[in-house]
């Protein structure tokens, strides 16, 4: 298997990344330069594992991070709705805390409408934002406002910068659209 042969084409480059990512990350740096509360990062795993080391990177604040993990798609492309939290963040208590949920992707919403209830009904978070690389609105089930946002893409199925299909693609340095014939031999 190589990777190249399952790729029908470039979505977005890596360049494009790294300078959406520089700008996301100027953002926040802008945004919460006054704040009073702490900043706490939360990465839902594994898709938003890249993308949040190399966004905490440019953000020139002090804060913390903190990693979450939910119950992914498994081999289906399509997200089931019923979503399980594998590990809770380590505060526990998150009203001390401005909390940015850094997501790879927002698809129909299932999993961070919630994990965003979650967050503020279970958690204590009073003030919540919300950082998604991409957006595939065409999709969406769920209301959920978006804070930051990279990409707005279409409705493909995407992998690469921590994206998978399978647990496989996540190292590509760029995004690319997985060929159908890929997931439709499964
Ligand atoms: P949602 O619950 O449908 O919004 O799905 C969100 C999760 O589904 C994301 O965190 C991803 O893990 C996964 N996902 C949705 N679309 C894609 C895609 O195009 N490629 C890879 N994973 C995806
Ligand atoms: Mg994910």
């Not at 089931?80 to 698809?107: A, F, H, W």
């Not at 958690?123 to 957006?135: D, Q, S, T």
């Not at 199925?157 to 496989?168: K, N, S």
Request: hydrophobic content about 40%; charged content about 30%; aromatic content about 8%.
């Amino acid at each position: 298997m190589n990777y190249e042969s399952c790729i029908e084409r470039v979505l977005v480059s890596e360049k494009e990344i790294a300078d959406a990512v520089d700008k996301i990350a100027s953002q926040i740096t802008k945004d919460y330069e006054n704040s009073g509360k702490k900043i706490l990062l939360i990465g839902i795993l594994k898709g938003s594992a890249v993308f949040m080391s190399d966004l905490m990177r440019k953000i020139d604040l002090p804060l913390e991070t903190d990693y979450i993990k939910v119950s992914s798609y498994g081999h289906d492309t399509v997200s089931s709705g019923k979503i399980k939290l594998k590990n809770e963040p380590d505060r526990i208590n998150l009203s001390d805390y401005n909390v940015i949920l850094i997501e790879d992707i927002l698809d129909t919403g299932n999993t961070l409408a919630w994990v965003m209830d979650h967050m503020k009904n279970d958690l204590g978070a009073e003030e919540l934002k919300l950082c998604v690389l991409f957006n595939k609105p065409q999709r969406r089930l769920k209301e959920i406002p978006i804070d930051y946002e990279g990409f707005v893409i279409p409705d493909e199925f995407i992998v690469g910068y921590g994206l998978d299909y399978d647990e496989m693609f996540r190292n590509l340095p760029y995004v690319g659209i997985l060929k159908p014939s890929v997931y439709e031999n499964q």
